[in-house]
């Protein structure tokens, strides 16, 4: 609205960031009624149990402000999950807090733990959340890249990367973008390059339960020496298929924990209270999650099996709900301009890579989510076999 008053003019504390590649894509698959398989989010709905657990807990009461560090059932059934699938017990009282969703967790840890003139190390392809939550800590980010072609880390690089003034890594496996999955060896050879370092790592692991072909999620939880450097990060809105409830947690080392919970205090307090009741409950079926590797396989095989009849060539997908392509055969457009024409002309909006570097870097690579209804698959996959 215009008014005769002026506003203040500010600093911009991000003057980098502006609207971002997912808002644009979703914006011109809406206007060109295209099959959005752009953003990761699930367009099927959750488990009605878990609705019916949140409304119980609405109905009980429960509508009040949880203790700060989350509701006592969720803390431990989130511990009673970590001890039974990695191996490490958390304490519920003093190392595992809820948050809103993985987005919060992530930003909250960097907060608390970095200082201005720190350097965090974070690999490319990445999830744009990193960087700016570490300039708003007044640190830098180190960006190191993944190996183009495979996207595995490469230890040397990371290790000279390393400077005194390095203060955290942030990892994330199972990869979005690259749908990679990081090995037991890996998960060893990071602990190796840390060892001996004050470096804390921030583990993005909000696809755990979508690790397919029989693998298992290595978290950095399985790693004693790593686990006792780590933030590991969730979100139950991956995991559970409600992504809008913006749901999650970390688990940390005590001390660790009790900085992380020093900022997110005086930041969201706290997570709201019948989402928390709804999904300790939930979580005490533990067929939940332990059976999203196959829902999530059949998908994938699915959507492969699909693009297989294309010209694009279909990059491999071990893990999260993404799968990448090539598109060498088919255009030599930019990613971004590629992306628009799929969007504009095949229907079907996807994602360049470029977006996940710094500075783009451009391999002729878009990434599909196929976190969708078999319906919206098939559509898409009619579309794309026009290409
Ligand atoms: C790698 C990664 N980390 C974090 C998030 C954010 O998770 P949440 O919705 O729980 O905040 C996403 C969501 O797309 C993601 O892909």
Redesign the pocket.
Known sequence: MSSSFPTPAVTSRLPQVGTTIFTVMSALALEHGAVNLGQ?FPDFDCDPRLVDAVDAAMRAGANQYPPMAGVPALREAVAAKIAAMYGHAYDPGSEVTITA????A?ITAILAIVHPGDEVIVLDPC?D?YEPNIELAGGTAVHVALTPGTFEPDFARIAAAITPRTRAIVI?TPH?PSATVWSAAQMAQLAATLRGTDIIVVA?E??EHMVFDGAAHQSVARFPELAQRSFVVS?F??TYHV?GW?V?YVAAPAPLMAEFRKVHQFNVFTVNTPMQHGLAAFMAEPAHHLGLPAFYQRKRDLFRAGLAATRLRVLASRGSYFQCVDYSAVSALPEADFCRFLTTEIGVAAIPLAAFYQGGYEQRIARFCFAKKDETLQLALARLARL
């Open positions: 990761g969703g993985a987005t919060q992530i999830y959340s994330n979005n993005d909000v696809y979100s809105g991956k992504t913006k999650g």
